[in-house]
């Protein structure tokens, strides 16, 4: 790995350390949790910012290798996901959790290569659906609700 590679993997782990410190830091301020057994507001995001602190340390820790961008076909999948994504977010409101979710993962399976009729059909619905029971309903995190979300029992 050329020196200036290196360089720029070292100021952005430590740029991404900084933001999982400050991150950290933030959520001192959050209330405490009201229940003993509550983990309260700060949990989440301290969970994340230690992940994202620990990976940074990995990467400057790590050995140098060369890594190679994705060319040709690869590149143009990784670029259709990136647009997929900002897809979705623009359309996660005006459709509702479920049809954005089984939009966007039927199309990142069409992407990714995924030609099977029968895969394509259920296992966007059924990940859709189940992540929608799964923080909707069971962890009570407010989602935006669709058609498809009043239906539902």
């Known amino acids: 790995m050329r020196v200036r590679d290196r360089l720029a993997d070292s ?4 740029l991404l350390l900084v933001l999982a410190v400050a991150t950290f830091a933030l959520t001192l301020g959050f209330p405490a949790p009201g229940q003993p057994n509550d983990p309260g507001s700060a949990a989440f995001p301290r969970i994340i910012a230690v992940a994202l602190a620990a990976l940074a340390i990995l990467q400057l820790a790590r ?3 060369a890594w190679d961008l994705p060319k040709g076909a690869a590149s143009a999948r990784v670029a259709g996901v990136v647009a997929l994504l900002a897809a979705y977010a623009a359309l996660l409101e005006p459709l509702g959790f479920i049809l954005a979710s089984f939009g966007f993962l039927l199309a990142t399976f069409s992407v ?6 029968l895969f394509l059909a259920v296992l ?3 990940i859709s659906v189940t992540l929608y029971y799964a923080f909707y309903r069971l962890l009570e995190v407010p989602l935006p609700q669709g058609l498809i979300e009043g239906l539902l029992p």
């Open 11 to 14: 100021v952005t782990a430590g």
């Open 124 to 126: 966007p619905a059924a």
């Open 112 to 117: 990714a290569g995924v030609r099977r009729p």
């Open 63 to 65: 050995p140098q290798r």
